[in-house]
């Protein structure tokens, strides 16, 4: 059992920097995923605590101990591999069990060991067999397996579900959440994908272009996002952005076809004339008839998801989406109304890109007063 | 594996033939030739033969000298091939691990394959020459320790080191080539499990290298036996005392200073054949146990 402790953190590539001075607690038996398109330098971060990268500055402090220099056997971590890395002419025992064997545990022991960890992830049928003859989900278990019984304090995923089908993959998911709340290791899970960070994190960490843009349970992510970045990043289908600009005068902001969003006057007041990023989720909208509601859009085309439709529209040109149970019929190219839920609003500065958060700066502004 | 299918016949035998020519002119001819000459009684002036069935064979193996230029050769394809494997695959491990400077360290160790072989043998020549090469100082501090142009021993030992120098940097490619075809993440793998450089290397890296390695141990082989004239010829003439006479400097020096076209033609083919045996040999028993991933 290890807590881990990123401080100011950097990587560079000759010149390049590709990880830009991160900072990150991670408590001991937490589960937290790192989220980022790739090129984010997620794989490096967490390639960096396995001591798979070498640490251009910064510390990586695993358990009290700083591990900068440390190899990787050192480190107590355990990791599995996007693309599995089984050892191709070893049988699956042989593979689960190499750890062990490396670390002198006698056969027997090591065999019994290996019968119970394989027994666990649903492979004692499977330990003869070579990595070449297992399907993709087995090969995952086995990296798993051999994760496992290192019994490690710290456990580091990367992509490891991104080679597997849709189903498997919610398969595997909810088994790593299981063998997690059995085994309770500090995890460290690398993904691109939101669905596996939001079903499968205690806390997410949103990485971009080498920077960690927020930390966050999942809800609170997806409801408070802190940039323009995350907030477009979290959230399918993704959040409708419209520009504006912040009239003090009126305490709202003016869209680009004159519309007002009415925002509290402290901040508008505090902000007045500054180029804004309205957000809306498609899911927070509804649809009513043109003229009603805040805005008016036209229609392009509707999308079936099952559950509900995905409504497509323009507003001035820009996509918009709108997610609704309802069913409303409506022409291609004739104009429909969009109601908005003003308590469900994002607001962002276009040049920082930083969430205004409307209601912690009304509130501090009023203390000041 | 994909496939081109002509549909005229005409155009594919076009296409393959300047190969066909190259292979009938350069090998079957010659072949077919030598088999002819094995079977008959060639003047060495020219002019007539006569059909001899397995007279000149039977000579041969009855010929206590032919038996020792097969041990000879033997013993230095055995010798030649596990240095110049050995030392190949030191150098490529090295090389794997991509420290500094190992793009120039690169090229140095595939340059030697690039160097005709006679002018191995020269330079070799002269290192090992005892009296005014590099080995004299060490004959100046133990008199009498090397000596090659006296001792058959050394001789063998001097041409084995030339020939497998020559070949170092052909089995350095290739090594070097299987090395990095193994996944990067099963060594990392190896990390993470606590494996140490040597423990990776022994239970990982080597392993997977098998059939690389078999392919290189069959190539080798082969090209000791085949190859070594160039070496042997600037080298030591197959000297002392015929103690470098390996089976491909015999041919020569039977056929072309002996003037027995005949006596030449048959080693040639036993040598053929020997070869052929040794393939087979290799790929029937070492290559099942080579594990293809």
């Not at chain 2, 090395?179 to 997977?208: F, K, N």
């Not at chain 2, 400097?249 to 080693?267: M, T």
Request: aromatic share 12%; with cysteine; proline share 4%.
């Amino acid at each position: 059992m290890a807590d881990i402790d990123i401080r100011e953190v950097r990587k560079s590539y000759g010149k390049d920097e590709v990880i830009h001075g991160v900072n990150l607690h991670i408590a001991n038996g937490e589960f937290v995923v790192i989220l980022g398109p790739s090129g984010c330098g997620k794989s490096t971060l967490l390639r960096m605590i396995a001591g798979l990268e070498d640490i251009t500055d910064g510390e990586v402090v695993i358990g009290g101990s700083v591990v900068n220099d440390l190899e990787p056997r050192y480190r107590g971590c355990a990791m599995v591999f996007q693309n599995y890395a089984l050892y191709p002419h070893f049988n699956v025992a042989d593979n689960i069990g190499y750890a062990l064997k490396v670390a002198g545990v006698k056969k027997a022991e090591r065999m019994e060991k290996v019968a119970a960890v394989a027994r666990s992830v649903g492979l004692e049928d499977f330990l003869d067999r070579k990595p070449g003859q297992l399907s993709g989900g087995q090969r995952q278990r086995v990296a798993m397996a051999r994760a496992i019984i290192r019994e490690p304090g710290v456990f580091l995923f990367d992509e490891p579900l991104s080679n597997l089908d849709a189903k498997l993959r919610v398969q595997m998911r909810h088994e790593i959440r299981r063998i997690h709340s059995r085994i309770k290791a500090t995890s460290v899970f690398v993904t691109h994908d939101q669905h596996e960070g939001m079903t499968l994190a205690d806390r997410m960490v949103i990485m971009n272009k080498g920077t960690i843009d927020q930390v966050g349970t999942p809800a609170e992510v997806y409801r408070y996002p802190a940039t323009i970045y995350v907030a477009g990043f979290i959230g399918s289908p993704a959040m409708n952005f419209l520009p504006g600009e912040i009239a003090a005068d009126r305490a709202a902001v003016m869209l680009g076809d004159g519309t007002a969003i009415p925002i509290p006057a402290q901040v508008a007041r505090n902000r007045d004339r500054q180029m804004v990023t309205l957000g809306l989720r498609p899911e927070d909208l509804t649809l009513g008839d043109a003229g009603a509601g805040t805005v008016t859009a036209q229609f392009e085309f509707y999308e079936e998801t099952g559950a509900a439709g995905l409504y497509h529209l323009l507003i001035e040109d820009l996509p918009f989406q709108v997610l609704t149970k309802e069913a409303r019929p409506v022409q291609e190219g004739a104009p429909v109304g969009v109601a908005f839920d003003f308590d469900k609003l994002h607001l962002f500065d276009s040049d920082s890109g930083q969430r205004i958060d409307l209601r912690t700066e009304t509130r501090v502004m009023e203390a000041a007063q | 594996m994909r496939r081109a299918y002509f549909r005229n016949n005409w155009i594919a035998a076009l296409v393959v033939a300047p190969q066909l020519l190259i292979i009938f002119v350069f090998f079957y001819w010659p072949t077919s030739q030598a088999l002819y000459w094995a079977f008959t009684f060639e003047q060495p002036w020219g002019g007539g033969n006569e059909w001899a069935g397995f007279e000149n064979f039977r000579n041969l193996l009855t010929d206590d000298r032919y038996w020792h230029s097969i041990r000879v050769s033997i013993v230095y394809a055995a010798g030649a091939t596990v240095l110049s494997m050995s030392a190949a695959l030191i150098l490529a491990v090295f090389a794997d691990r991509q420290l500094r400077g190992y793009r120039a360290y690169r090229i140095g160790a595939i340059w030697p394959y690039a160097v005709a072989a006679p002018a191995v043998g020269l330079a070799f020549r002269f290192i090992f020459n005892p009296s005014a090469g590099v080995m004299s100082y060490v004959n100046e501090a133990f008199p009498g320790f090397w000596d090659p142009i006296l001792n058959g021993d050394h001789a063998l030992i001097m041409v084995m080191i030339a020939g497998a120098w020559k070949q170092v940097a052909y089995n350095f490619i290739f090594f070097l080539a299987g090395l990095q075809a193994i996944p990067r993440s099963l060594i990392e793998a190896g990390a993470m499990d606590g494996a140490s450089i040597l423990r990776r290397m022994r239970d990982i890296q080597l392993p997977l290298l098998a059939p690389t390695f078999f392919f290189v141990l069959v190539i080798n082989i082969n090209d000791s036996f085949t190859d070594s004239f160039g070496i042997v010829d600037t080298m030591t003439a197959g000297g002392p005392a015929r103690a470098t006479n390996l089976m491909v400097y015999k041919i020569y020096v039977d056929g072309f200073r002996g003037l027995d076209y005949s006596g030449a033609a048959a080693q040639s083919i036993i040598l053929m054949l020997l070869v052929i045996a040794l393939t087979v040999v290799q790929f029937r028993y070492i290559e099942r146990r080579v594990h293809y991933t």
